[in-house]
């Protein structure tokens, strides 16, 4: 399954576009899709997604077609520094969930997540208040997004979903994305154990798979970089699709499988990105990629 990411909804991408992406999405068998209550605070108010899913799930009526999932923990706080986000005290996570409802205009979200992790607060105690939502059926079931593996494992079945940043292309080793954390293999280990749902979002990097005016982070300018991306020229090359449709084909190939979660703004992106799901990679191909 792919999942569809709103980041830009309302903002970057206006609303009656946005509103054909999720028709198109769903009319094409899609289901899930996600958000966070701080999209795209940088462009707007952090509101815009949800407001605009809500208005989508109204207007067509759609809310038990989709696994909608939100995030919660990474909203700037208003007038704050940089990085002064709301955290995750139960205190936060309570009022947090309360206003995505009423943004999305439902009485619960099937997936919620602790959006960033957050060192002030101990983990029993943002998990604790993630149960009190569920004990309340505000929402269904609780992920991690952006957590180092020990808290990971802290979680263990308090827990059943896992979001990170991952894609074809490893970054270097030690390389830093901020608050964004990395699906690295021991985690995705742990998860194949644990049995946890998987995501990986930013899976086509900005684009830069295939556009090029888009350049790859500097995250990825190291040796192993260049043997990846012929492997993965070679095998798009083999089956004539796009580099996109075999990165994200690679990811549902996986074990544990990971869900990617795609921003699009057009419909021949969104079209693309779904024909991954009936790209099946032979073993001689997932060798090859693996290999590089």
């Known amino acids: 399954m792919i999942c569809l990411g709103t980041m830009n909804f309302g903002t970057a ?3 009656a576009t946005a509103f054909r992406l999720l028709d198109v999405f769903t009319g094409s068998g899609g ?14 108010t952090g509101d815009e997604s949800e407001l605009t899913i809500g208005a989508w799930l109204r207007d067509r009526g759609a809310r038990d077609r989709i696994r909608l999932a939100t995030k919660v923990g990474g909203r700037p706080v208003p007038g704050g520094a940089l990085m002064d986000f709301e955290g995750l005290s139960p205190s936060a996570i309570r009022s947090a969930v309360e206003d995505s409802l009423r943004r999305l205009g439902t009485d619960h979200v099937d997936v919620c997540f602790a959006h960033l992790m957050d060192p002030a ?5 943002t998990l604790g208040a993630f149960e009190e939502l569920v004990a309340a059926g505000k929402i269904r079931e609780i992920g991690l997004s952006n957590h180092d593996l020990d808290l990971v494992r802290q979680a263990g079945t308090r827990i059943t979903w896992l979001q990170q940043r991952h894609s074809y292309l490893q970054p270097m080793p030690g ?9 690295t293999p021991e985690m995705a280990g742990y998860a194949r154990e644990a049995g946890l749902n998987v995501q990986g979002y930013s899976p086509l990097l900005s684009g830069a798979y295939t556009r090029p005016d888009r ?3 500097p995250h990825y300018d190291h040796p192993g970089t260049g043997s990846r991306l012929v492997a993965l020229r070679k095998v798009a090359g083999d089956l004539g699709v796009s580099g996109n449709r075999v990165v994200l084909a690679w990811m549902l190939a996986a074990a544990p499988p990971v869900e ?15 024909a991954a799901t009936e790209l099946v990679l032979s073993d001689e191909h997932l060798r090859c990629l693996e290999a590089a």
């Open 31 to 44: 289901r899930a899709v996600d958000t966070a209550n701080c999209y795209a605070s940088w462009d707007g």
């Open 13 to 15: 991408t206006d609303r």
């Open 121 to 125: 607060v101990p983990p029993s105690d």
């Open 175 to 183: 390389a830093s994305f901020g608050p964004q954390k990395i699906l």
């Open 260 to 274: 990617p979660v795609i921003g699009v703004s057009s419909e021949a992106q969104l079209a693309d990105c779904l």
């Open 215 to 217: 350049a790859f982070w």
